[in-house]
């Protein structure tokens, strides 16, 4: 499976790094949505009109503020195929508001998926859909992390049993970690991750590697392999692929 970093960083984006999207070719889906990626599909040399599924982990603005504008992209390159749009039920209401105040249902087909209900906010949420599986985990907001075949991709989260359940024996877990090391408390407190509480899920859930990504620096995976010798450790940064 080709996996493609469109973008890597967390809210605020630096010279070379933009909002959390990756892209896995052979699945023409999207997991999250930020930074601009039809542009970056673009430059990466693929279609943005293989695009066929966009999963999203939740409804901050920094995970799905790309979507309009891939959307107006596909629209305007003329899809004739159905889009499909998953997530969380909040995150997909407010996604039905922003496409619908743009007009970009007209001449688009949009078909929306909510993985979730607020009833059961409470409970555990996991189940599957088109091959994905998905587990509700610890974020400020309803957040879903998903997997596909060996690839599991976290969301924003805390430290999560649930997490660790979903990516048992994956190849790959791509592991949100916004906070650095010293700031463990602030981590927790936002519902966020560091490289440590990361690296302590992938080597409870057993995965070959380990990706972090939506992180607020770029982090030396050098460094990182060299303190954590357990697990395969890389820092991807926007538009790097890599194939498992
Ligand atoms: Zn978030």
């Not at 909510?114 to 309803?142: A, C, M, W």
């Amino acid at each position: 499976m080709k996996i493609h970093f469109l973008g890597t960083s967390w809210a605020v984006p630096s010279k070379d790094r933009s909002g959390t999207s990756i892209y896995l070719e052979n699945h023409g889906t999207l997991l999250d949505c930020g930074g601009d990626v039809a542009q970056k599909l673009i430059k990466m040399e693929k279609d943005p009109l293989d695009i066929e599924k966009i999963f999203l982990t939740h409804e901050h603005l920094d995970h799905l503020y790309g979507l309009p504008s891939l959307l107006q992209v596909i629209k305007l390159l003329g899809n004739k195929k159905e889009v499909s749009i998953f997530g969380p039920t909040d995150t997909i209401e407010k996604i039905k508001k922003v496409t619908s105040l743009f007009g970009l249902e007209e001449d688009l087909k949009l078909n929306y998926t909510s993985l979730d209900n607020r009833e059961k906010e409470e409970q555990r949420v996991r189940g599957e859909i088109e091959g994905f599986r998905y587990t509700k985990v610890k974020h400020s907001k309803p957040t879903l992390a998903y997997r596909k075949n060996k690839v599991t991709f976290s969301g924003d989260t805390s430290y999560s049993e649930e997490l660790i359940d979903l990516a048992k024996n994956s190849q790959l877990l791509i592991h949100e970690a916004t906070f650095k090391d010293s700031e463990r408390k602030k981590a927790k407190e936002k519902g966020h991750s560091t490289p440590k509480e990361a690296i302590k899920t992938g080597l409870k859930s057993n995965v070959d590697k380990i990706a972090l990504v939506h992180t607020n620096s770029q982090l030396d995976s050098d460094e990182l392999n060299k303190k954590y010798k357990s697990i395969d450790i890389l820092a991807p940064n926007d538009l790097e692929t890599i194939e498992i």
